[in-house]
């Protein structure tokens, strides 16, 4: 069959998402290894029944909702390849926000000390290890099995041992003593009971990277509450959230830490996303 009449093919057999051409294209490309630029030069090339068969398993785990990153084992992060698996969470376009807030916050030259909480993937950390080389990267992971692919990542991307340090923990447990310049987190937000959890990609992804408490704020207050005794003088937070958690992260801030100056900033899509906090 040829590849067009393939994707075509492919296309309606996802027609429940809402992206439907684009995940087949993006499903044949990996199948063929091939970039998609390349489809519309041979859109009439026969392709081989091992290519068709290939195609038509992971259209069938897409229509059954399975995320194509998942099908793929990547996403694309902050320019980098980053591999993903059910054990991580997939990186999502506006996470890179906290990339560019900690770049805006951190000394513009010489060396600085970084942590990522709940590095997950690794794609924090490895966004900021491969803008800032003379920094020291530290990304912290509760989960083995995700902490496997943040290291698998850093190796594959030439980030490993010496430019990140990956340790096995939850939250703040492994770093002991130490301070650094910024401590940039992605928590879980989500409400327990948010019906969005048993809808979509995200019904194949971790639970307790999503979920956090009846209101979805129990791991920003951790990290909000201990932040402080793991940053140098003039250091930041910077905290994802929800695009409607903005005001209560704020409110919860300010009653923990009253004489803290929180900015709160907005992703590309205009939505409430995340803040900048600094500690007096």
């Known amino acids: 069959m040829r590849a067009n009449l393939l994707l075509k093919r492919a296309k309606q057999l996802l027609a429940e998402s809402p992206s439907a051409r684009l995940d087949a294209e993006v499903l044949l490309c990996h199948v063929l290894k091939k970039p998609r630029s390349w489809l519309f030069a041979h859109g009439e090339e026969l392709l081989p029944k091992d290519i068709q068969d290939a195609l038509n398993a992971l259209v069938d785990r897409r229509a059954k909702g399975?995320?194509?990153?998942?099908?793929?084992?990547?996403?694309?992060?902050?320019?980098?390849?980053?591999?993903?698996?059910?054990?991580?969470?997939?990186?999502?376009?506006?996470?890179?926000?906290?990339?560019?807030?900690?770049?805006?916050?951190?000394?513009?030259?010489?060396?600085?000390?970084?942590?990522?909480?709940?590095?997950?993937?690794g794609a924090i950390a490895l966004a900021l290890a491969s803008e800032r080389p003379e920094a020291l990267v530290v990304a912290v992971e509760q989960s083995g099995k995700a902490l496997e692919v943040a290291r698998a990542n850093a190796d594959r991307l030439g980030?490993?041992?010496?430019?990140?340090?990956?340790?096995?923990?939850?939250w703040f447990e492994e770093l002991g003593a130490e301070r650094f310049d910024c401590l940039v987190c992605n928590p879980p937000y989500v409400r327990e009971d948010d019906p969005h959890l048993n809808q979509g990609d995200v019904r194949f992804e971790p639970r307790k990277a999503l979920a956090a408490?009846?209101?979805?704020?129990?791991?920003?207050?951790?990290?909000?509450?201990?932040?402080?005794?793991?940053?140098?003088?003039?250091?930041?937070?910077?905290l994802e959230h929800g695009h409607d958690q903005q005001p209560a992260v704020?409110?919860?801030?300010?009653?923990?830490?009253?004489?803290?100056?929180v900015e709160p900033h907005a992703d590309h899509a205009g939505l409430p996303r995340a803040v900048v906090v600094r500690y007096p």
């Open 159 to 170: 980030l490993g041992a010496n430019r990140v340090e990956f340790r096995h923990g939850d």
């Open 213 to 238: 408490g009846p209101e979805g704020m129990d791991a920003i207050r951790r990290v909000v509450s201990e932040a402080p005794m793991h940053l140098n003088e003039g250091g930041v937070l910077i």
């Open 66 to 121: 399975e995320p194509v990153a998942y099908l793929t084992g990547t996403r694309g992060f902050w320019s980098l390849p980053i591999g993903v698996s059910p054990a991580v969470l997939i990186p999502r376009p506006e996470t890179e926000l906290l990339v560019e807030l900690a770049l805006a916050a951190l000394p513009p030259g010489g060396p600085a000390r970084i942590a990522d909480l709940g590095t997950g993937s």
């Open 250 to 261: 704020i409110a919860e801030i300010k009653e923990i830490h009253p004489s803290a100056t």
